[in-house]
């Protein structure tokens, strides 16, 4: 019923053969794992599932339908250093990516930690085209009791902008998948750590502007009617009281824009957008 809630076709003869563990759990033990020439197929397979329900039992998570990739315990330091094992697993910073985006503290949220840790085991592939799950797969994953897999997407999407350091969208298979290098949106979190409020910042320096020069728009970068610098980039700041009609005579005055233009692509005018700036 959960699987038809959202469209998904389910092999009942499936799920009742692997009862109580998920047939993706399943899955990853005994097909995808192996797949790593060093993973020891049986032996390491059973030892990953013998820890992973020890933690569940011990920790009283047994509160589900099946046990699936996402209920592996990663918090668990024994489960945790089975999968993040070199030894098992050739890739990199596996251990980094665990604590980091799916065990820190920050993340209270245990849906999503169910998410992430089935996004993690799926990402445990040789091949870098075959890690991870999209949104369908993960609602299959978890198999939640409200929600569809739309509300799982837009989840992992917010989480992937706002706070997750090495999860990332495969755009050619819409898988969600764990990469072993930081991504680019946790750099760029990282380096805004040093800067301060970037639209305070700017807002400041164009009212501290404003108030010093407000009858030209050259006054901002330049002194009197300098006119633009042929040959560098020019970012000329339109004060608050300087119209998008008066920006527009400048242009059209100065020629900046159009194909006589001295120096084409060597202008920009920002000015504020009518209605949504405050004085």
């Known amino acids: 019923e959960i699987l038809a809630r959202d469209g998904i076709p389910a092999e009942k003869e499936l799920y009742v053969n692997s009862y109580p563990f998920h047939p993706f759990l399943i899955e990853l033990l005994t097909k995808r794992f192996p797949e790593f020439e060093s993973f020891q197929r049986t032996r390491e397979a059973l030892r990953i599932l013998a820890k992973a329900c020890a933690s569940l039992l011990r920790n009283n998570k047994l509160d589900l339908l099946f046990i699936g990739p996402g209920d592996i315990d990663l918090s668990d330091k024994d489960v945790r250093s089975e999968l993040t094992s070199s030894s098992n697993f050739e890739m990199n910073n596996l251990n980094q990516i665990v604590k980091s985006d799916i065990i820190s ?64 969208l495969n755009t050619e298979n819409n898988k969600f998948y764990f990469s072993e290098e930081i991504n680019i949106r946790a750099r760029i979190r990282q380096e805004m750590q040093h800067v301060g409020d970037i639209t305070n910042e700017f807002y400041k320096i164009i009212e501290d502007l404003t108030e010093a020069t407000d009858k030209t728009l050259l006054s901002l970068v330049y002194n009197g009617d300098a006119g633009v610098a042929f040959g560098k980039a020019n970012i000329i700041f339109a004060p608050y009281k300087i119209s998008r009609d008066k920006v527009e005579e400048y242009i059209d005055q100065k020629k900046l824009f159009t194909s006589s233009s001295q120096a084409p692509n060597s202008v920009i005018v920002i000015y504020p957008n009518a209605g949504k700036v405050k004085e």
């Open 105 to 168: 503290e920050e993340n209270t949220d245990r849906e999503l930690t169910r998410l992430l840790t089935s996004i993690y085991t799926y990402s445990l592939h040789p091949k870098k085209e075959k890690r991870g799950m999209n949104a369908k797969e993960l609602f299959n994953s978890i198999l939640p009791e409200v929600g569809s897999s739309e509300d799982i997407e837009r989840k992992i999407k917010d989480y992937i902008e706002k706070k997750a350091s090495y999860l990332e």
